[in-house]
């Protein structure tokens, strides 16, 4: 049984990108509450409940998964590929939403199943739009295997 | 002086004769000299007067010896036959025997053959001073041919030669033309061989002869030279070892595939590949080739090898070989250290990708959520600085994104496909169209405009040409855009033609360099790395890319896409 809270999930390792990111959520009224992970590994220990995030009901899955490419520790895309191993997580919407538009991470993660792939831009005005889309179609349209 | 003897006493004369005239012909090769010999031992035990004629290959006839015991006699017979030589036609005598090869005996010679068959009183009258009474020739043959005859005349003895006579002056004749045959064909067989030796010691290759029993029995000159005189008489495998002789592949010693010992066993072997070691103690390198030497019928005298000196040429190959192998290695090194290079480059343009845009987008994002949320704490002038502030970060977003895809032109794999250009540029202008529509620009493309290439790179190239064009007309009351193909040199040159603003030609070096402006940013906005990446993209494609313009008279740029055929001019 799969709790859903509407919980999005950011794993993000700049602070003022996740404030900007938070901000632009905020100025685009989606008012789901945001985990933050700051790293590859802190984001796995969250999705599995081990590590600090031990104990963890990991049936309660994020609604959506914003996912920073570049990551201490474990990097995005390999937090992607083990998502996509594990049945639990197979399944859970993952967004890379990154500054790089590097032709070999676009392939990667489309060969990880990754559901999306933006690139944050560098004017806020258009980064607020982005934002303010992405969350009305994975929160709002689209619809995800398992989920009433 | 002979006198009329008993048969028997005769015939042990002859015998006695024949057996001096074997042992006299078997003592020499040199036959004139023995025949010389022969024909003065004839006389006066055989006959009185004895000459011997010898045939020569043109025919004629020549006297090689006269004998009668007085030399006065001999004398005149000489000048006798100077006056009548004998003659190949003659129909009689010494000419018919030898065209014949048929004995003539007369058994008595009367005076009235002697008037008949001379009609020169002179040489009659001496002719019966001499009073030749019997005579008998016989022709010398030996192996089907006559080599010429011997003449037999009786006079003073008053013998007259009978069949007796005549079938051992046959006898005699055979003996001694087998002896000149052998003589002959003996000269002949040394005439040959010194042709021969003179042929192989001049030869350039080093010849050497080697017996059926692998002894070496003759060397050339250059073989002498080459390996040492003292080769010759020596074992085949003695010599072989003495002057190291080894495979050229693995320097395997193997008698066995010497080029003689497979000659010796009737092989015809080619340029096998060997190498020896010199007198002089350096390597050389040879091609010996060698054959078996059979007589007519069949048995193996030998064999004969000939070996090349192909040292210098080998050396010049193996140093060649040397130097690609060097080549191919440095080759190998330069494409690791290009291919780190490339990573490296990798790296660097991802990290820019990455952690070069955040902090602007912080600059950027963090301006305008001071704008936006606390816009009443600033005046006009606080507004405009964080205006900047954020024009300053989107536009070093800009330039980022510009390098990003200048290195991106250089770094990715081309794949080639027939591009079709024309629906390219339509597919442009429709963009363009739309992210701008009020402009009014009237663009001109040519149908069907294709070429070979990289089609996303033949985007971006276009994408920067006709944009280009798009920002320089944006001031010309009736803004033109062409794209257009002609042919020079039969290849297809690409042109995007516009009627904007143009540039300065003083400074056409500049346009293709990165980070270079011709016109200033509050002018034209741009990164000025377009054409940088335009032109990366052309020569990636082997081709060219050229400009013309004069200042306010628009601009053309000129491409190819191939590489431009070396004029034959």
């Known amino acids: ?148 | 002086m002979m006198a009329v003897t008993s048969n028997h006493q005769r015939r042990e004369t002859w015998r006695q004769f024949l057996i001096d005239a074997v042992a006299l012909l078997s003592s020499s090769l040199d036959y004139d000299a023995t025949l010389i010999t022969l024909a003065n031992l004839t006389v006066p035990e055989i006959a009185d007067w004895c000459s011997i004629a010898m045939r020569h290959d043109d025919g004629s006839i020549h006297t090689l010896a006269v004998a009668h015991v007085d030399p006065a006699k001999v004398a005149l017979a000489h000048d006798l036959q100077k006056r009548i030589p004998a003659a190949s036609d003659d129909v009689r005598g010494v000419a018919q025997v030898i065209r014949s090869g048929t004995p003539d005996l007369t058994h008595e010679i009367t005076d009235s053959m002697l008037v008949e068959a001379i009609s020169d009183p002179e040489v009659l009258a001496t002719m019966r001073q001499l009073g030749f009474c019997s005579a008998m020739i016989v022709p010398l043959k030996a192996r089907g041919q006559t080599l010429g005859a011997i003449t037999l005349v009786s006079a003073e003895s008053a013998h007259l030669f009978d069949e007796d006579d005549l079938s051992l002056a046959q006898d005699l004749a055979s003996r001694a033309a087998l002896a000149i045959d052998n003589a002959r064909l003996y000269q002949q067989a040394q005439k040959v061989a010194a042709e021969h030796t003179a042929v192989m010691e001049r030869i350039a290759d080093a010849l050497v002869l080697v017996s059926s029993n692998e002894e070496i029995t003759f060397m050339n000159e250059a073989a002498r030279r080459f390996f040492g005189a003292q080769l010759v008489g020596q074992s085949v495998e003695q010599s072989g070892t003495q002057i190291q002789v080894r495979s050229w592949k693995d320097g395997a010693y193997d008698p066995d595939l010497f080029p003689s010992r497979r000659a010796l066993r009737g092989e015809v072997v080619h340029d096998l590949e060997w190498k020896v070691l010199l007198p002089d103690g350096t390597d050389a390198y040879l091609l010996g080739s060698a054959s078996p030497v059979d007589t007519e019928d069949g048995n193996r005298l030998g064999a004969v090898v000939a070996f090349r000196d192909v040292t210098s040429r080998k050396q010049a190959e193996d140093e060649l070989h040397r130097l690609s192998a060097e080549l191919e290695q440095r080759v190998i090194e330069r494409t690791v250290q290009l291919e780190s290079a490339n990573q490296e480059l990798e790296a660097f343009a991802y990290s820019v990708s990455h952690d070069l845009r955040a902090p602007l987008r912080s600059m950027d994002g963090f301006s305008q959520v001071l704008l936006e949320r606390f816009g009443e704490q600033f005046d006009e002038r606080g507004t405009r600085y964080l205006n900047h502030i954020r024009d300053a970060a989107q536009e070093m977003g800009r330039l980022i994104d510009a390098l990003l895809q200048l290195s991106r032109v250089s770094r990715g794999e081309m794949r080639p496909e027939r591009v079709d250009l024309s629906g390219l540029a339509h597919s442009i202008e429709a963009n363009l169209h739309t992210a701008d529509p009020d402009r009014e620009v009237q663009f001109v493309i040519d149908h069907g405009m294709a070429a070979i290439g990289d089609a996303p790179l033949l985007h971006v190239a276009l994408e920067n040409l006709i944009g280009n064009a798009w920002k320089y007309t944006r001031n010309s009351p009736c803004a033109r855009i062409e794209l257009s193909v002609t042919r020079q040199d039969a290849i297809p040159v690409f042109m995007v033609r516009d009627n904007g603003a143009g540039f300065d030609m003083a400074y056409v070096d500049k346009l293709f360099t990165p980070f270079q402006r011709l016109h200033a940013a509050g002018e034209f906005e741009g990164t000025g790395i377009g054409l940088a990446t335009v032109q990366r993209i052309i020569h990636r494609h082997g081709g060219r890319i050229w400009a013309e313009s004069a200042t306010g008279q628009g601009a053309t740029f000129c491409f190819t896409l191939q590489p431009t055929r070396k004029s034959s001019a």
């Open chain 1, 1 to 148: 049984m799969i709790v859903d809270s509407g919980i999005i999930l950011l794993v993000e390792d700049n602070p003022r990108d996740e404030e900007l990111t938070l901000l632009a959520l905020e100025s685009s009224r989606i008012a789901n509450p945001v985990a933050v992970a700051r790293d590859g590994v802190e984001a796995l220990d969250y999705l599995f409940g081990t590590g600090t995030y031990r104990g963890r009901d990991t049936a309660d899955l994020p609604r959506l998964v914003l996912l920073d490419l570049k990551l201490p520790r474990i990097d995005g895309l390999e937090v992607l590929a083990r998502l996509r191993a594990d049945a639990r997580t197979a399944l859970l919407p993952v967004v890379i939403l990154t500054s790089s538009d590097e032709e070999s991470d676009l392939l990667r993660s489309y060969q990880l199943h990754v559901n999306s792939y933006i690139r944050k831009p560098v004017d806020f005005v258009q980064f607020n739009e982005v934002v303010g889309q992405l969350g009305l179609y994975w929160l709002v349209l689209n619809r995800t295997p398992g989920r009433r």
